[in-house]
């Protein structure tokens, strides 16, 4: 095949073998297989295995670039997970929710550091990292979400919300970053500043700070600049710049060459001039190093919710910030993130009752 970095292959007298076309964008064609031992068949093992690769192919292929190979092949064998250009390896019990997840997460390897040729031996957010982030969205869309949400579990220890799971990996003051070598990163970090909080950290600037319209376009050009190319991390944050319009040098200095913690405070949520149809004057403190551009939600007494956003600008000159929420009626209480989507580090601080 052209344009390939490296070359595997598999072989046992014991494989049973099927296949799907892949349609691809264009009109374009390719070739999904699994091959799998008969311990191994079943439609709740490896007889999805093929359908799999194939919705993770389409995906990847219609969101990000397209799939460049003629075929690929999903084998059962001793490997846990890896991957090559055009073939992975997945463990023979392999089944369900399990088997997809790491379908996706090994084919999707082909596009990092497969066609985007960055070095995983250097980098290794830039091959782990983004392959989680891809394969997140993934799960959302194959088969009608059959397999969603994959925001944690997988990737977050614990289980439960990434936000709060990526927190220790923030404020443990042994915690390297993530742009520290990989043979230099100790085995109980590897996950976390490998896999885990670059996916996160991309997952934040698509969903939190530049929105999903601006990343998705940002992203796919820094795809297509560098497809077969071998990009440095400064390419990757200078493309993504360009495309999106703004200036994230605060972003990429404290996820990746930093671990700033975030503490959005809640300082004091008040009627104007005591008066509920003046509107609530809201004040927020940023107590660490960290900013984030963040929303903030005002529970009516009647039932409903309003809800402000505030620009990442809100902390290039202030540590705390004052404003008013334009309500008419009595309000119950001010959240900060009421979606416990930032990586906040005291979530105690974020709710108050309107006096």
Not at 119 to 137: K, L, P, Q, S
Not at 208 to 237: C, V
């Amino acid at each position: 095949m052209m344009n390939t970095r490296d070359v595997a292959f598999g072989a046992s007298k014991a494989f049973m073998w099927d296949a799907a076309r892949i349609n691809l964008p264009g009109g374009k064609k390719s070739l999904s297989m699994s091959v799998y031992p008969v311990e191994s068949a079943g439609n709740d093992a490896r007889g999805r295995s093929t359908e799999y690769l194939k919705g993770a192919i389409e995906y990847f292929s219609a969101k990000w670039f397209i799939y460049p190979y003629p075929c690929a092949v999903n084998e059962a064998g001793i490997a846990g997970g890896m991957e090559y250009p055009g073939i992975l390896f997945d463990g023979i019990t392999d089944k369900g929710k399990e088997l997809f997840w790491v379908t996706a997460h090994e084919i999707g390897h082909n596009w990092f550091p497969m066609i985007v040729g960055s070095n995983e031996r250097r980098h290794a957010w830039m091959d782990e990292g983004f392959n989680t982030f891809i394969d997140v969205y993934a799960s959302d869309v194959f088969n009608k979400g059959e397999y969603a949400p994959k925001r944690d579990g997988e990737y977050a220890p614990g289980g439960g919300n990434p936000a709060d799971e990526i927190i220790p990996a923030i404020t443990d003051p042994e915690s390297p970053t993530i742009m520290t070598n990989p043979d230099a990163i100790p085995e109980k970090y590897r996950h976390p500043l490998t896999y885990f909080k670059p996916a996160f950290g991309l997952i934040l600037l698509r969903e939190q700070i530049l929105g999903k319209d601006r990343f998705d376009y940002a992203f796919k050009n820094y795809i297509q600049k560098w497809a077969f190319k071998h990009p440095q991390p400064n390419d990757f944050f200078r493309s993504m710049e360009n495309s999106a319009g703004e200036d994230l040098a605060w972003f990429w200095r404290g996820w990746f060459y930093n671990n700033y913690s975030l503490d959005l405070a809640l300082i004091s949520a008040k009627y104007v001039d005591d008066k509920a149809q003046n509107g609530i004057q809201v004040v927020v403190a940023n107590k660490q190093p960290m900013a984030m551009p963040f929303t903030v939600e005002v529970k009516l007494k009647n039932g409903g919710k309003e809800r402000i956003y505030l620009p990442v600008e809100t902390w290039l000159q202030n540590k705390a910030t004052t404003f008013t929420i334009p309500t008419t009626t009595e309000a119950e209480s001010v959240t900060i993130d009421p979606d416990n989507a930032l990586p906040d580090v005291n979530r105690k601080n974020n709710v108050m009752v309107v006096k």
